[in-house]
């Protein structure tokens, strides 16, 4: 106990495939259900002023993703996001057969999730958003949010494991004001959310220009990195965080 | 000195049980003090728009309890919440004797902590809150708000218990604006806020809803985790840090 | 350069006593600086809203304070607080004459810091403060507040000196919204923001009861920790973080 | 890999001058894309309250500022700032080819930066700022900015590496404040934000006033910190945070 007390970074945990999906699973649905439950509770008390709510989700996301990192990346690494599993994947961090059971499970508890938020504000479990999000400047927006994204988690993955968790929930922060999508940059989160018609929702019409920009952002950010950091396949088998 | 320097994580402390209840209650009093003082605060200030009071009482409330785990966890554990005592007893880490008196000065702490916060603000010791917090929404809403506090303290107590004290700040953060009970997710807090008829209060005659929630979901999460993380026991004698 | 690479705190620094003193002075200047000057852009921008200006406010000064403490802890402690220094004399971690020159400087860099950040938005030099802020319940919240900043001190030098940076800026931070007074908690800076007649002022009539109220406080909190944390007198020579 | 985890900093990346001016070109370009593209978010959703529009641009600006440092630092030391380039070449950490390279992608990743903000939000990728940004109460505040951004980056550099990423970020989100200019603080920031006539912007003939007085709080604090640490130069091959 003493030597693990020294250890900054998280203890590896042994923990076969049953578990790894447990824990994508629950923690796409926690993280639906903080997206989509602060947002209404934002729009909810902010009087209608939409920066005073989306500052409120900001907080409460940015807070959030970075607890669900620290919770389940010793687990499963704390992917939640399908466009992080496909890299991962791609530089030899997981079996065809894990990422495509992860992606699996990360689209079932993004919706659980949103369930999750409408049951606690007394809405229906799903109903379509009507919110449209369409247009070159949003896919560009979606594009640079995951470049970003998948860029942060390589780099740290790489150079600083320990810090992952704080590095991500501060970007995805950041980048909920400096896009103008508002940064969704994870393709279960933006197909959940088309069941939503709330602050947080998207039209599913919309959906698959999202979904596009995504995937070609995270294989660019992968590429670019793969040479700025070198080896970096080494670090793969503990995207996000770790997985054995 | 040079070796404790060298320690990212607390130093342990040898307490007896004297101490423990001192801390657990001065702890206690303090989160209560923090929750509803700053809740006064920001309803007073915020000129009738209640989201900017929330995110008021939000960041006071995530700092202060990281505080106050950082300053109190070497003594008792900083648990400050009957819930985390609870299954903390459950799986070992504390005797009968010693979880009741835990409870009991928690209980008297929290009711200390909002006279001390009435006193601050001009107002009389106690006054029963009038505010309605009832229904299906609300109970779900505790318990998920619990399932995650508890799942938050059990994974990184086992995993990484430097960070548990910015883990439990930033998830209650976080839990103050995703549920729509803005998340009491305590037992001694749900009793005590009865007690204040302000921004932070509940109705006495809600309270009862809200401990079952609370009580249920704190089993659930802990037999959860006990699954999902192996030898989850061993980390029970330093829920929340530690306590020698 | 890779041991030191490695240590996750402070590396002290030899400082004489003419170093020591630079910190503390330039310190506290940069500590009203920031208390003052994010006063008044927050009233300036707020539009009347004083909570989104007291947000504004305690960002700043909880954020900056940390920063402070890291920038000049290695050096000096890191008290801008006669309070601290003290109490810090009082536990033998400086002598007579260190403190009294502790103070002085403190005392003098704080005035410097109010002129500071008048300059910055085009005010006079120096003004008397109108704000009142008197009363029992005021001189309850600065000794509630106090009691707690000594106590967070204390605790983290303690058992954890690698995080009382991080852990005061976030005390103060929730310190500014739970107390009715927003926690001046430092006789400096009472003294300074005696002559600001801007958001952080406060009537210079009302200055002795807040002294009194913070001297009280810090022996009180000292004299409990003494106890609760064995051997408190151990980390007095690097209290707030540390000096040689 | 279990040598690395224990690592609290950065691990060091053998990084040659390409890689080091892809690093900083594209974390600067991100860095104002940061500050022009939270400054237009705001702006548009505040309703008309600066204030509401200045936090948002603080808390994205300061998390995304700390977020570059974690992800660029380890290759090209996460300068993103002439003034900084300059007080490390001045120091010897940067030889005179590498540092005009440095200042050249800076300045060219700046403009860059803006104009893919621009486009996220369906803007001209390039038109001049009209916001006025005049005077000695101005230049005094850039000068307060930048000293108190130099005196951070050498001190923590020197006692505390693993912390500059985090101290950078809360420093800015301080000095976004308590400064009457909102602490621009970098020469490549200036020049691009006057390209920029959003929340954001600065007029281009108030560029000059601001870059001079940038200039020389740099020097004048490398030259105080230069006293007060001992041997600062030993850490001038890691500032920001190191670069081999």
């Keep these: 106990m003493s030597a693990q007390a020294n250890q900054p970074v998280d203890q590896p945990v042994a923990a ?12 796409t649905a926690f993280l ?3 997206v989509v439950g602060s ?14 709510a989306l500052l409120a989700n900001t907080l409460s996301t940015g807070a959030g993703l970075t607890v669900l990192i620290l919770v389940f990346g010793p687990i499963s690494g704390g992917h939640f996001n399908p466009a992080v599993t496909l890299v991962d994947a791609w530089m030899g961090g997981l079996s065809k057969l894990e990422s495509s059971a ?20 007394d809405e229906e479990l799903f109903f379509a958003s009507t919110h449209v999000r369409a247009g070159p400047a949003q896919w560009w927006s979606e594009f640079v949010a995951t470049f970003g994204l ?7 993955v790489r150079s600083r494991p320990g810090v992952v968790a704080f590095a ?3 970007y995805i922060s950041a980048a909920y004001w400096f896009t103008s999508s ?10 959940a959310r088309a069941a939503s018609d709330t602050f ?7 959906v698959p220009g999202f979904l596009i920009a995504q995937v070609l952002a995270a294989f660019a950010a992968t590429a670019l990195f793969n040479w700025l950091y070198p080896n970096l396949a080494e670090g793969a088998d503990r995207v996000v965080t770790r997985h054995d």
């Design 16 to 27: 076969n495939l049953a578990k790894k999906l447990v824990a994508e699973g629950l923690g």
């Design 32 to 34: 639906l259900a903080i």
């Design 39 to 52: 947002g209404m509770m934002g729009e909810n008390l902010a009087g209608g002023n939409m920066a005073i």
């Design 102 to 121: 992860y992606v699996l499970v990360q689209v079932l508890g993004a919706f659980a999730g949103v369930a999750a938020a409408h049951l606690m504000f």
């Design 150 to 156: 998948i860029g942060v988690i390589w780099a740290c």
């Design 168 to 170: 991500v929930g501060l």
């Design 182 to 191: 508002t940064s969704f940059a994870n393709p279960a989160v933006t197909l």
């Design 200 to 206: 947080a929702g998207i039209r599913p019409a919309d």
